[in-house]
Each structure stands twice: as C-alpha cells, then as structure tokens.
C-alpha cells in the first residue's frame, strides 16, 4: 500500500445515504438521495475552501457505499484511507420535512459498517500526520468499539501536537444523557478546542454549572478554546491564555431560513478554515457564522456551502446579482 501524506484536516466517523421528503415519510412521494453525517459535512465544507482533507470510515460493499466514495472523491476530499466492509451494509437517514418548519430524522444504522469503526481503522491516517484531527460526539454513540477508537485517536493526536477539534453533536437517539456525558467528557479533556451548543456543555463539565462556570471548567482540563453555537442568536468563543478567558461573539447571518440540517458542522467547517489560515477568534467566529448562513438558505445538508471566491457573496445585499 502507497504510505498516505500528511493533510490540513484529518477526521472520522460513519457517513450514510440521506433520502429526503418535502412531506412526511407517511405520505410517501418522491424522494432524493444525498450524502448524509456529521464528519463528511464538515470534510467537503473544508475542501470546497481549499483545504486539504481526509476522510475516514467505513462503508458497505454496497451501492450507497459506492456512492459516499464517489460523492466524496468529487468533493476532493481524500478516501485513501476508507474501508469497505463486506459484512456490513452502509447506513442510512431518512429526513422529512413538516410544513410546520420543523424536519424529522430517521436512522437505519444499527450493525451498520460505519457502527463496526475500530482503532486499527485509524492507524494509517494517524501516521501520515495532520494539522487538525476533528471529531464528533456521534461517532462514540455507534458502539464500544468507534468510542474506544475515537478516544484513543483523539490522545494520540494530541500526544503528537496535532490540534484536536472535538464537536459534542449530542444525538439522543444514539445513547442516553447518562451515557453520553461518561463518554463525552473524557473525549472533551483530550481536546484542544470544544465546540458546542448551549445545551450540549451539560455533557462535558459537572452538573449544574452555569455556561461561565462550565465553560472555565473545560480551560482548568486544558482546552484552550470553547466556543458556543448559538443558533440564530450567532457564537461565542473563549480563549485561554495566560489570565482570564478573551471573550469574542458574532451575531448570525440574516438570511431566508430553508432548512437547518448541516449548519452545526457548517459553522465547525467555517471555524476550522480561519483556524488554519491563522485567523483570530473574532474571524474565526465570522467565517462559522458565514458558512452557517450558507447552510440554511439551502434545503440540503452540504450541497449549498461554499467555495472561497462565494464567501464574498454574503455580503452582498439580498437579490444582488453578481455580473
């Protein structure tokens, strides 16, 4: 096997066929297919801003497989390192949408090939070297197994100076509040930088902390940035230096909201590229919000992020056509 080289982004998890409805599942209709999961949306925001990312899992031998290969390689995000699991078939999400503005998801991924991710999965990607590792909250919740790799991947990338990125993304589908905080707030004390909603940082500090309070609690572990997705009220992020955390907050993006599904890992994909381009906390916080924005003005999960020449567009005032 060609040894793998080093890239900007390495990340992992389970990515999955995502069959969408405008209507309740229900009512059947037309349906289409995308591709669906947390870690894969934050890889192609990544590489459509000209980073160079890599993506690890595993899928089935099976059509959709081939399809989330396919999918990724045109995004140009690196598959080298993918494996195909012959036993297992790849996963699926069914999404629906509600005419009361609220979507609906639907999982088939019990014993699916994404579920069976294990630490020697990782070995190679891990060898070749990143500057980030980015990793998720959902990737522990599949099994025994993708928790022990995910946390063993997180403490060897930081033993080796990789910058480790952990987004709690808390699927209560998955696991339990119980489970999930045991898990989580180990994987959240291997972190460089913790990214999470407001309800998420429940599940990685002691209970009935405030935000202040738990927020000062993930620095004393040694996570040297927390920044808080606030949903259309925009995100805050906390520096650690040599005194009191630096406070830095960005006001969302006003745009027509049409679905909301993928901004969370929007905004991780925004944040990670100004990371990589040196960019303070302040415009790190501006391009997460900018993607966010470019998330939900789009009814799919990834399909409408941008490339680095569409980040000038949003800008422009609405209805601007850019000649």
Do not use: C
């Not at 995000?77 to 494996?83: K, N, P, Q």
């Not at 909301?260 to 905004?267: E, K, Q, R, S, Y």
């Amino acid at each position: 096997m060609t040894a793998l080289q080093p890239v900007e982004v390495l990340t992992f998890g389970e990515t999955m066929g995502s069959i969408r409805t405008s209507r309740p599942l229900r009512m059947g209709g037309a349906m289409s297919m995308s591709l669906g999961g947390a870690e894969t949306n934050v890889a192609i925001g990544l590489s459509r801003l000209g980073h160079t990312v890599r993506w690890v899992g595993r899928v089935g031998d099976d059509e959709i497989g081939a399809f989330a290969v396919r999918t990724l390689r045109a995004e140009a995000v690196l598959t080298d390192a993918v494996v195909v699991d012959s036993s297992r078939p790849t996963g699926m999400m069914l999404l629906e949408s509600h005419g009361a503005g609220f979507s609906r998801a639907a999982y088939y991924r019990a014993a699916s090939a994404g579920s069976a991710l294990h630490t020697e999965d990782l070995s190679a990607a891990l060898d070749a070297g990143a500057r980030i590792l980015h990793v998720t909250g959902i990737t522990p919740a599949l099994s025994h197994d993708a928790a022990d790799a995910t946390l063993a991947a997180a403490g060897r990338a930081r033993a080796a100076g990789i910058l480790v990125t952990f987004d709690v993304n808390y699927r209560s589908k998955l696991w339990s509040v119980e489970r999930a905080a045991a898990v989580l707030s180990r994987l959240a004390a291997e972190a460089d930088f913790v990214i999470a909603s407001e309800d998420e940082l429940r599940l990685v500090s002691p209970a009935n902390l405030g935000e202040d309070e738990a927020v000062r609690h993930l620095g004393a572990l040694g996570v040297r940035e927390v920044v808080v997705k606030r949903g259309e009220d925009g995100a805050t992020a906390w520096s650690f230096g040599q005194g009191d955390a630096a406070r830095e907050h960005r006001n969302a993006v006003t745009v027509p909201v049409v679905d909301t599904v993928g901004a969370g890992d929007a905004f991780s994909a925004g944040y990670l590229s100004a990371t990589l381009d040196g960019l303070p906390p302040g415009q790190r916080l501006e391009r997460g919000v900018a993607l966010g924005a470019f998330a939900v003005a789009d009814a799919t999960d990834w399909e409408g992020l941008p490339t680095r020449k569409d980040l000038a567009l949003m800008g422009q005032p609405a209805g601007t056509t850019v000649r």
